[in-house]
């Protein structure tokens, strides 16, 4: 087809979440029930994530951010404690490292993975050393055994960033069955979405308290319980904290969110495979990472790969305007965030600091990858891209 024509069609975004009647209804449901912020929409939605996931404990919350912060928070870091992160994230993974009065160490990727380097981890303790905070990147685990026997070893917590891996298994469990703490993050882009919010998993009853008082206002006591006959109307503040809860009717669309996640997972495995499919063999990209030497299921958050700039001859940036321009969305996760004003102002990061995180950040691009996206759409974005790089298919 030629680009006049592809200009006709409506523009394609790289992402779309999606609904049907069954949270219109529940969200219209929740609105006359006269009970609009945390209560049982949120209750049933944290059962329903404890059962999905398999894991004792999980609380909503009002984004994933917010779940990394109090988490944080709750470890008591004091001032110049370190937490190792990888140099290949959204930013929030740093930021609330800062936020909760840490120190963040970024260490490299692995180029085969594009998750944390697990050998760079290990250079990487010192005594101050405190928490490993990998990020399970596009949906791919990180490979936990290694990371958390290092843990171990030194006697560190593992947070992991799993905001982008809802849904994601390492040899055969959910992320979010097991280990210390799992972040998972609900904002529209991500795999199911309850408009803004997240949820914060853990296995250890120790933090509970810690966590669950962090999330509002530091109230020593259930929410739901002090609105309700049962509970009485005074509490208890230990410990001054911000409020991060979520609403029920964020809840409500949870819900059905989470029915139909594994669904949505096996609609993103089929386009990813189709990519896989179609792209292969193309000089000008470098195909996303999916190792085989350990057992995972990806949950394809992101199709994303790199451009071979050498071969094509013009930049990441350039291929992303030329798609625009023919009318199709491309994400860009992530410009490497030791590289922002601040990380090269305050930890003294600069351009050389992390070779591979910056490869891959010059070069990474996020195809359009949801649920509903047709076999047509896909096809408008291997046609954009091979007009682009003057390719006949
Ligand atoms: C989306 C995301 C976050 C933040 O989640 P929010 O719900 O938007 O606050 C944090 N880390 C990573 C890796 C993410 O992809």
Known sequence: MSP???LEKPFLPFSKPTFNDDEIQEVIQCLKSGWITTGPRVQKFEEDLKNYLNCPHVLTLASGTAGLYIALKALDLQENDEVITTAFTFVATLNTIVMAGAKP???DIDPKTYNIDILEVEK???PKTRVILPVHFAGLSVDLDPLYALAKKHNLIVL???AQAIGTRYKNKMIGEFGDLQVFSFHPNKNMTTIEGGALSLHHDKFLKKISTARFHGIDRDIWDRFTKKGS??????EPALKFNMSDVQAGIGIHQLKKLEKFIDQREKLANRYFEKLKGWTELFLPPHPQNFDHKHSWHLFAPCLNIE???FSRDDLIQKMKDLGIGIGLHYDAPHLFTYYQKTFG???GDFP???WVSDRIFSLPLFPLMTGEEQDRVIEGLAHIFNKTI
């Open 4 to 6: 006049a024509a592809e």
């Open 105 to 107: 160490v970024l260490v």
């Open 124 to 126: 990487a303790i010192t």
């Open 160 to 162: 992991e960033d799993a």
């Open 233 to 238: 109307q005074h509490y208890d503040v230990v």
């Open 311 to 313: 071969s094509v001859g």
């Open 349 to 351: 990061y600069k351009i």
């Open 356 to 358: 591979h995180t910056e």
